[in-house]
């Protein structure tokens, strides 16, 4: 088969084209049919093959850099390939924009090759591109091929850039070797052609952050100072929040003296740092003092800030806290956002009162805050934890009309909701209709449908599952065998939760000849176990939540319902639930079931916790 046959074989395979892109080929192609030679084994640009600069080749380049830009790097990629397949021979530009595609689209294997084509097809790598193949390896984490390909670069003649080593030194930064990104500043004092600039130095202090190392961090700054180099906001911003996440945010404080001293005024990003980080410390003393020092500091507190500070209060429990801080949020007319308004669902959710955390997400749609995935995460959730997996379940559909769609995290908080209630069918008639609409089921999924079974008494679905996981490609894990065996022991029968588990420790490649074994086996225990197992006493857990409250105008008085009495029963529930420092539960059902005809009483007690 000849090579013009075989690319478009290949052609075939690839993503699909937008009409837009399919619009461009079409109109190029008619250009190219009269530029070209066509021949059994190949087809080539005349135009190229003259080295005189095909107009199509430029304004595909073009287009695929536009695409690139649009995150659609899937269609630029596609439009490379055209190229080829009709004969064109890329540029330089070309090809570093095609590095840029398969960058996005984390293909990075692919690059590794792309030097070698270019040299086949009579060009010399230049700087740019050579800098993208680096940028694409450190991206993937991949630095020991970065630092081929920048060897590589030096040996072609092409000179490093302040740009190259920066790239490597944020690359070996990412994998958590700073100490080589300090080799690479050395290597770059020897360079005479490169500087480095506040850049080089800001990658390597959050480079020492990151590995909680603030002492090596400060010494960059000192290099930093000393190379004649300022430190600026980015500097301080990295050092603050390392401080910040370390439980250290006074000494983050304490740092806006230097910055002062070295004429670094604090930003927004600085004063959500500390803020934030006081917050997260349950330090709501400071948090506010330091908002009302931001006045000084003549920075105006923004979104970041009060949605720290609310969810701060929410953190320890207080209603007048978050109150205090809404009427500031209206004061400094900051208004709120989605991140706000889940915030506030996210605490009613906890504390069961889905009627309170169904009032905030309707006055987050009339406030005209468009909800995410986020937001009905915390509602499904939410009715999972109240014992109504119906409602949970109606959040998949009503998502919908607002252009969300649910992701397999969506469709197991409802499949648990469903197990807790040990209506299987119903729980796997969700996993069904998410297999149908593509969505492929991860090992939670599975494991919160085999502990369903488990609480249904129905270890042989519980074995049948488990067969399906393994078809489908998903690997169990120690945990996953052991719930098989757990529903087993639960009826009484522990030689077969022996059994599960000496199978699972046999060698895998063994598994596809037993697959039809263990399906007769499963049914044959089924039939043998159903009479026994058909007079369960199920005593379901009663779960009430409150569902009433008023409305008001304001968006404060939305988000937060000032009513007294509203206020005492959710400090009264904060403190029963959460006083003694436990975390809400669910009682998911005490259930007594005789099995066998020794008269013996098996007592399930299971405890859910939803994180």
């Known amino acids: 088969m000849g090579k013009h046959q075989e690319g478009t074989t290949m052609s075939k395979q690839l993503v699909e084209a937008s009409p837009t892109v399919e619009k461009c080929l079409h109109r190029d192609k008619l250009h190219s049919i009269k530029s070209s030679v066509a021949s059994p084994v190949q087809s080539r640009c005349l135009v190229c093959l003259g080295n005189n600069g095909c107009r199509i080749v430029r304004s595909r380049t073009k287009l695929m850099n536009i695409l690139v830009g649009k995150g659609k790097p899937h269609e630029a990629h596609y439009m490379f390939n055209c190229l080829i397949e009709e004969g064109h021979r890329p540029t330089l530009i070309t090809y570093t924009t095609l590095v840029a595609a398969l960058t ?15 040299e086949k097809d009579g060009m010399k790598p230049d700087s740019i591109l050579f800098n993208a193949m680096i940028n694409a390896c450190s991206e993937s984490g991949n630095v020991d091929e970065a630092m081929k390909i920048f060897q590589k670069m030096k040996d072609s003649g092409c000179k490093p850039t302040t740009s190259t080593y920066n790239t490597l030194i944020k690359g070996y930064g990412n994998v958590g070797k700073p100490e080589e990104s300090l080799k690479l500043l050395q290597l770059m004092s020897q360079d005479k052609n490169v500087k480095p600039n506040d850049r080089t130095y800001n990658i390597l202090v959050r480079a020492w952050c990151s590995k909680n190392n603030i002492e090596e961090a400060w010494n960059v700054v000192y290099k930093m100072v000393a190379s ?12 603050a929040r390392a401080y910040a996440q370390y439980g250290e945010t006074y000494r983050a404080e304490q740092m806006l003296f230097e910055m002062q001293n070295d004429q670094v005024r604090p930003n927004e990003r600085t004063c959500g740092i500390i803020v934030s980080g006081y917050c997260k ?12 020092r931001m006045k000084q500091l003549e920075v105006h507190p923004n979104l970041v800030v009060f949605n720290s500070l609310i969810k701060g209060f929410l953190d320890i429990k207080d209603s007048d806290g978050v109150d205090k801080a809404l009427t500031l949020m209206e004061e400094f007319g900051v208004k709120p956002d989605v991140v706000t308004f889940s915030t506030i669902m996210d605490a009613w959710s906890s504390a069961g009162l889905m009627g309170k955390c169904q009032e905030i997400f ?3 749609v009339k406030a005209g805050i468009e909800p995410d995935i986020h937001v009905f995460s915390i509602l499904a959730k939410g009715y999972v934890r109240a014992g109504e997996p119906q409602k949970a379940e109606s959040i998949l559909t009503s998502m919908r009309k607002y252009g969300v769609h649910p992701n397999v995290v969506m469709f197991t908080t409802v499949i648990s909701g469903w197990c807790n209630a040990v209506k299987m069918q119903r729980a796997m008639s969700i996993y069904e209709k998410m297999c149908e609409i593509g969505i492929n089921a991860n090992l939670k999924t ?26 489908k490609g998903v690997r169990p894990k120690k945990s996953t065998i052991q719930l098989v065996a757990d529903s087993w ?7 077969e ?33 159903s009479a026994s197992n058909s007079t369960f006493l199920q005593i379901p857990g009663v779960v009430s939540s409150e569902r009433n409250g008023s409305s008001a105008a304001k968006i404060r008085s939305q988000i937060v319902l000032r009513s007294d009495t509203v206020w005492t029963a959710t400090k009264s529930l ?6 003694s420092g436990v975390q809400p539960m669910v009682v998911c059902r005490k259930q007594c079931s005789q099995v066998g005809t020794c008269g013996q009483f098996v007592n399930a007690y299971r405890l859910v916790f939803i994180n």
């Open 104 to 118: 996005r689209q984390k293909r990075f294997k692919s690059i590794l090759s792309l030097i070698s084509k270019v």
């Open 281 to 292: 410390e349950g330090n709501m003393e400071d948090a506010m003092r330091f908002l009302y």
């Open 497 to 529: 939760a022996k059994r599960v588990l000496k199978s699972a420790e046999e060698d895998r490649q063994s598994m596809p000849n037993k697959k039809d074994e263990i399906a007769v086996e499963s049914t044959h225990r089924k039939q043998n176990l």
């Open 362 to 364: 309707d006055d987050m």
């Open 489 to 495: 022991r639960a009826i009484g029968l522990a030689s």
């Open 446 to 471: 599975y494991e919160t449908l085999l502990w369903g079974y488990g609480e249904a008494k129905q270890p042989w679905r519980a074995e049948e599952l488990l067969q399906m996981m393994e078809e």
């Open 574 to 579: 904060f403190v029963n639930t959460y006083g």
């Open 228 to 239: 004649g180099i300022q430190p600026d906001a980015v500097t301080y911003n990295t050092l």
